[in-house]
Nanobody, 122 residues
Framework: QVQLVESGGGLVQAGGSLRLSCAAS????????MGWFRQAPGMSREFVAA????????DYADSVKGRFTISRDNTKNTVYLQMNSLKPDDTAVYYC???????????????WGQGTQVTVSS
């Protein structure tokens, strides 16, 4: 069993930056693919970024490429999402996901965090 706890969300002005963190419990964290998804009010959950267990492979949604960076520190059982040049359209609850086969689809992950709110004001 893996527990995920996100942090780092908040209110930021357009053009600003935030770094989200996702701390994971479990001894096999380093073997899990990890991902970030987000869900805006009235919208379905959408893929943001993903990384393989080794960070050797990453993938991003087109809407965040060049602005967001996913990384992980397996010594700290933590995955990060650095978000730069934030836009009001980035406003959503951001969820960390782990395990399974990973990838860009939510059903590819076995474990989910509770989410952290990111609000970008114009």
């Amino acid at each position: 069993q893996v527990q995920l706890v996100e942090s780092g969300g908040g209110l930021v002005q357009a053009g600003g930056s935030l770094r989200l963190s996702c701390a994971a419990s479990g001894r096999t964290f380093s073997s899990y693919p990890m991902g970030w998804f987000r869900q805006a009010p009235g919208m379905s959950r959408e893929f943001v970024a993903a990384t393989s267990w080794s960070s050797g492979s990453t993938d991003y949604a087109d809407s965040v490429k060049g602005r967001f960076t996913i990384s992980r520190d397996n010594t700290k059982n933590t995955v990060y999402l650095q978000m730069n040049s934030l836009k009001p359209d980035d406003t959503a609850v951001y969820y960390c996901a782990a395990g399974g086969v990973g990838g860009t689809k939510a059903h590819g992950y076995d474990y989910w965090g509770q989410g952290t709110q990111v609000t970008v004001s114009s």
